[in-house]
């Protein structure tokens, strides 16, 4: 069987934006960057309209004035040694099959990781595409939605990871992927439980209580609110008590 086909140009856009060929980078306008993040966040592969892509991007502009902006923003698209970033006809744009985007390397781990049945092992070792949410600095009305449902899907494919890592025995990275979680969402009780979990099964208990103290007072600060008595029965039993506050 062939190997597989690795695309020569990669666009990234997790943790920010940026773009290479052949490891060398790519300068790119921001409205080229809009154009490629639009299609590779909510196209993939399948073409947008020109008119709903011209549109979506320039919204307060004429139609015809955000054609041709659309128009201008292919033409000057860079083609490195000849290679199209965005293949377009006359109603249509999609990205090219030169195009790998780390985005949906890490959408395809997600489903991987959070598919019925225990995650494949060597799954389990591609977490690095996890650590970073979508375009975190840009306040794009139209990226909203993306931006938001990417790092929902990326911690619970964290948190399912370190449960499937601790029960491997595999103490270090389940606690590595707790805490990727917890970095990502603070206020997320479900990430800290993870966390105590971990340091619970290797019997390090004032670790597993700090993190809880952590967390009870984050979240007092923060919310005003109490750890759920799910959490507080984790630790309890440290304490030959309930755990009150």
């Known amino acids: 069987m062939d190997a597989p086909r ?3 140009v990669r666009l990234s856009l997790l943790g920010g934006l ?4 052949d490891d060398q980078p790519l300068q790119l306008t921001l409205a080229a960057q809009r154009v490629l993040t639009v299609l590779a966040v909510q196209h993939r592969r399948s073409p947008a ?3 709903a892509l011209a549109e979506r991007l320039w919204p307060d502009a004429p139609p015809d004035r955000a ?5 201008s923003t292919l033409w000057r698209m860079p083609r490195p040694r000849g290679r199209t970033l965005v293949v377009s006809s006359a109603t249509q744009v999609r990205l090219s099959d030169d195009v790998g985007v780390d985005l949906w390397d890490a959408e395809d781990l997600v489903r991987a990781l959070c598919a019925d049945g225990d995650p494949d092992a060597d799954r389990l070792d591609d977490l690095g595409l996890l650590d ?4 975190p600095t840009w306040q794009e009305d139209w990226l909203v939605v993306d931006q938001e449902s990417h790092r929902q899907r990326r911690l619970h494919a964290l948190e399912r990871s370190s449960h499937a890592l601790r029960e491997r025995g595999r103490f270090n990275d389940a606690l590595t992927a707790a805490l990727g979680a917890v970095r990502c969402e603070p206020l997320r009780e479900s990430a800290h439980r993870k966390v105590i979990e971990v340091h619970l099964v290797e019997g390090n208990q004032a670790a597993a209580l700090r993190q809880y103290d952590t967390y009870r007072r984050m979240l007092a600060d923060e919310l005003g609110l ?7 029965r984790l630790v309890g039993p440290l304490l030959g008590r309930p755990v009150d506050h």
């Open 132 to 135: 970073m949410d979508l375009l």
């Open 67 to 71: 054609a041709s902006n659309l128009r």
């Open 18 to 21: 940026a773009a290479r060929f």
């Open 6 to 8: 690795t695309a020569p």
């Open 49 to 51: 309209t020109r008119s």
């Open 226 to 232: 109490r750890p759920s008595p799910e959490i507080r």
